[in-house]
C-alpha cells in the first residue's frame, strides 16, 4: 500500500515539476485545481500532494511569503523569484506591491518612502483593517532580496532596488536620490498656487488647507492615518437641500482630497492607489456620511486613463488648465534648476528665463509660491560668495518632539555652517513685489519678523546645540525683496547689536539694503532681475 502511494506521489511529482518547468511559478490555487482537473482528486487531496511535493524538494514554495488570500506560490526548482516574477504575481494578487514595484521601475528604480505610502495606499499606523501596511510589504520585498532603504541628508527616506546597490558606486547612488528629490520638489512646487486657484474657484475654503510642502517633498498632508499631497474642505454643494452657507462647521462640509503629479505621467497606477485610498477613507469610519471630493492634478496622462477617471466620477485637472500652456516650461526648467542650482554661473539665466515665461503668461499672481522658490535660489551665489568656504543647505527642515510629545516641525531656506569665521547661520528668505511689507508681528505670527527671531530661530539654535558648543556661534539674517514697517526697522537694529548678528552681514536686508548689498559684491543680473520681476505693476 505504502509502495502503491509512492508510486502515485512521484506521478504527481513529475507532473507538477512539468507544469513548474513550462510556468517557472504558479499559486497555490491554480496549481490545486490542475491537479483536481487531471487526476480526479479532491481538493483536500490535492493540497497534500503539493505539500509532499515541496516536503520532497520537487518543487519550492514562497513559504513563509503569501501572495493574495493568504496563498503561497510555487516555483520551479531550477528558478529563482525575481522583480518580474514578482511584478507579474502581484499583479492581480496583491495590486499595492505591483504598484510599487511599477512606480519604482517608472522612476529608475526608486522612489521616496513618502511615495510608496502613496502608490500602496497604506495606512500610516497599524489598524483593525485588513490593509497591509508599507513596512510589512517592503519586509516581503528585502526578505526576497529585491529592494533596500536609505536615508539622505534631508532626512528622507528612499525605497530602491538592490542590484542597484550592487552594481553602481555611492556617488550614484547618492545622485539618484538628489535627482529623484527634485522630481518630488516639482511635484508640490506649486501646490499652494494649486490651492489658490481652487479656493477662487469656489472648489475649496479659502483656510484650513493642509498640503505636501516643497521645503519638505517627503512628508504629506496626514488625514485618517492616510497621506494625500493635500486636503481640505468645502462647502460648494452644487443645487443641494442642503445650502453651503449652512454647512458653518468642518463635520457637515465635505472633504476634498487631491493627487497632483507633476514630474512624470500620472499613470493607471496613480489612479489606482489614489481611488484605494479614497475607498478606505470612506470605509474606515462607521457611520461617517460626509462626501469625499477627490481631485487630480496633472502635466500629462494617457487618454485610457483619463476615461477611467471620468467613469469614476473624479475632477480632473492639467495642470496647463489653470496656469496656461507655458507652465510645462516652467516646470521643466524649474527641475533643472533643482538639480545645479549649486554650480552659480547657471543659477542667474536659469531664474530670468522662468520669470520672463511666468510674466509673458500672465501668471505672476498666480505662480506666487514658485516666484518666492525662485528668490530662493537667486539668493544662493550671494550667499555662498560671503561664505565661500562654508557648507550652505537649501531648504531644511528640522524635526522633534515637543513638550507634549507631539512632533514640531519648522523650515529654513538656508543652513550655513562655515568655520571662518565660526558660525552657523540661519537664513530666512521672502521674495515678495516691492509694494509688500513684512510686519513686525509676535512669535505666533507666521511670515513675520519675530516669528523667524523669536519662533523658530530658537528651535534650530536648540537642534544645533551640539555644535554650538563645539565653537560655532549661532547667527541669523532676514532678507527680503519687500519692505518693513518702522517697528521692523528698530527690531532688526536692536538685532544688529545683539550676539544674533554674523561677523560677515547683518541680521536683516529689506529692498533697498539688499540691492546695495548685491551691489557692493558686484551682482548686477540678480539686481536686474530683483528689479524687474519683484516690482508691482504701476511702478
Not at 493627487?259 to 493607471?268: A, G, T
Not at 460626509?290 to 473624479?314: A, F, M
Amino acid at each position: 500500500m505504502k509502495a502503491k502511494q509512492l508510486s502515485l506521489q512521484d506521478k504527481y511529482n513529475s507532473f507538477l515539476n512539468e507544469v513548474l518547468k513550462e510556468r517557472l511559478f504558479e499559486s497555490a490555487i491554480n496549481l490545486n485545481q490542475l491537479l483536481v482537473d487531471t487526476f480526479t482528486v479532491s481538493a483536500d487531496n490535492a493540497r497534500q500532494i503539493v505539500k509532499r511535493a515541496v516536503s520532497q524538494k520537487t518543487i519550492k514554495s514562497s513559504s513563509p511569503y503569501t501572495f493574495g488570500k493568504k496563498q503561497y506560490i510555487y516555483i520551479y526548482n531550477e528558478y529563482e523569484l525575481d522583480k518580474l516574477s514578482i511584478k507579474t504575481i502581484t499583479e492581480k494578487t496583491r495590486p499595492p506591491i505591483f504598484r510599487l514595484l511599477e512606480l519604482m521601475d517608472q522612476n529608475n528604480g526608486i522612489i521616496s518612502y513618502y511615495e510608496g505610502l502613496k502608490i500602496t495606499a497604506s495606512p500610516l499606523e497599524n489598524s483593525s483593517t485588513k490593509v497591509s501596511s508599507l513596512d510589512d510589504i517592503l519586509n516581503l520585498l528585502m526578505k526576497l532580496d529585491l529592494v533596500y532603504q536609505k536615508r539622505d541628508n534631508n532626512n528622507v527616506v528612499y525605497i530602491l532596488y538592490k542590484h542597484n546597490k550592487e552594481t553602481l558606486s555611492e556617488s550614484i547612488e547618492e545622485f539618484s536620490m538628489a535627482s529623484h528629490y527634485s522630481k518630488m520638489v516639482i511635484d508640490c512646487s506649486v501646490l499652494p498656487d494649486i490651492l489658490r486657484w481652487l479656493g477662487k474657484s469656489n472648489l475649496i475654503g479659502n483656510s484650513n488647507a493642509i498640503y505636501r510642502n516643497k521645503k519638505t517633498p517627503a512628508i504629506g498632508a496626514k488625514h485618517n492615518n492616510l497621506v494625500w499631497d493635500a486636503f481640505a474642505y468645502t462647502r460648494a454643494t452644487g443645487i443641494n437641500l442642503i445650502l453651503g452657507s449652512k454647512a458653518d462647521t468642518i463635520e457637515k462640509q465635505t472633504l476634498v482630497v487631491l493627487d497632483v503629479v507633476l514630474s512624470s505621467e500620472y499613470s493607471q497606477i496613480h489612479l489606482d492607489a489614489f481611488y484605494s485610498r479614497i475607498q478606505i477613507n470612506r470605509n474606515s469610519v462607521e457611520g461617517d456620511e460626509r462626501k469625499i471630493l477627490p481631485i487630480i492634478i496633472y502635466q500629462s496622462c494617457p487618454e485610457h486613463t483619463i476615461n477611467k477617471i471620468s467613469k469614476l466620477g473624479i475632477i480632473t485637472f492639467d495642470i496647463s488648465a489653470i496656469f496656461g500652456t507655458r507652465i510645462y516650461d516652467i516646470l521643466n526648467k524649474t527641475q533643472e534648476l533643482s538639480g545645479f542650482f549649486k554650480e552659480t554661473k547657471q543659477i542667474d539665466r536659469t531664474i530670468e528665463s522662468i520669470l520672463k515665461t511666468i510674466s509673458s503668461a500672465g501668471q505672476d499672481d498666480a505662480l506666487k509660491e514658485l516666484r518666492g522658490t525662485l528668490f530662493e535660489f537667486l539668493m544662493f551665489p550671494l550667499l555662498s560668495s560671503i561664505y565661500p568656504l562654508a557648507s550652505i543647505d537649501r531648504a531644511k527642515t528640522l524635526t522633534r518632539l515637543n513638550d507634549n510629545g507631539k512632533k514640531e516641525s519648522y523650515e529654513y531656506d538656508y543652513i550655513i555652517q562655515s568655520s571662518n569665521p565660526p558660525e552657523i547661520v540661519f537664513v530666512e528668505l521672502k521674495g515678495y513685489n516691492s509694494g509688500a511689507t513684512i510686519p513686525l508681528g509676535d512669535s505666533e505670527t507666521k511670515a513675520s519678523l519675530k516669528w523667524f527671531f523669536k519662533k523658530t530661530l530658537p528651535f534650530a539654535i536648540k537642534e544645533f546645540q551640539t555644535t554650538i558648543e563645539k565653537g560655532r556661534a549661532a547667527k541669523a539674517v532676514y532678507i527680503t525683496t519687500a519692505s518693513f514697517w518702522d517697528d521692523g526697522k528698530e527690531f532688526l537694529t536692536k538685532m544688529d547689536k545683539s550676539k544674533f548678528k554674523s561677523v560677515l552681514i547683518n541680521t536683516g536686508y529689506d529692498r533697498d539694503t539688499l540691492l546695495k548689498l548685491l551691489k557692493e559684491r558686484g551682482f548686477e543680473n540678480e539686481i536686474r532681475i530683483i528689479k524687474k520681476f519683484y516690482t508691482r505693476e504701476e511702478e
